[in-house]
């Protein structure tokens, strides 16, 4: 090892290890004297890709130290280790005084785990059908005042200028919505549309009724023998 990097490999422990400290043992920083490439690894700190002192460059690291004196840092990219495990990683060249390369300090952080969660995440948070409104509370006047609105902004008139074709439609859109199976949805409602509550219950029996089948006109009907096939 050169004493330039012995020199460095002295300075650089504690700051490699407190990186190490930082991020915990899903980070792992190492020192490479890249003067000799076969036994590289000098000093590493964490575990991430199992290597050790004595290691050799990767491959990476070798197309890079071709091209090393005019080549510029790596920082943030991401590579993969041959267990599987996704590395964001950073690699620092260290210099002489006369800027040749010596050597180079590379911190690999494994995000495997953290891609999971922000899968996990995306996949919670991705709505499998369309955002759907919906009230939360303790109390029924909260959700009946809730569809209330609903109903007025569907029906567009206010309740003082509705006639009775509109306040069938408001009664049904509430039905549909279910707000009459709440029990204070028949005098809540009955005050919006300034009725009675046995007119409201009228409402609601006439919007429930099944519709009825449209009559036939005069002349419509054929007798025995009038056109029909036998």
Known sequence: MGQDIDKLKTTLQPLMAGIVGAFGTHCEVVLHDLTRPERSIVWIEGN???RRVGGTLTDLGLAKLRLSDTQEDLLGYVTQTRDGKVLRSSSVFLRDP???VIGALCINVDITAFLGIRQYVQDVSTPVTRDVAETFSDKPADILRQLVQEGLKAVNIPPKLMRKRDRLELVAFLDRRG???????????SRV??????????YLKEVRAPARPASKGPGTSKGPGQGEAR
């Open 98 to 100: 006369n800027g040749s």
């Open 193 to 202: 549309l300034g009725t009675s509550r046995y007119t409201l219950y009228n």
């Open 48 to 50: 991430v890709t199992g």
């Open 179 to 189: 707000a009459f199976l709440l029990r204070s949805a028949v005098p809540m409602v």
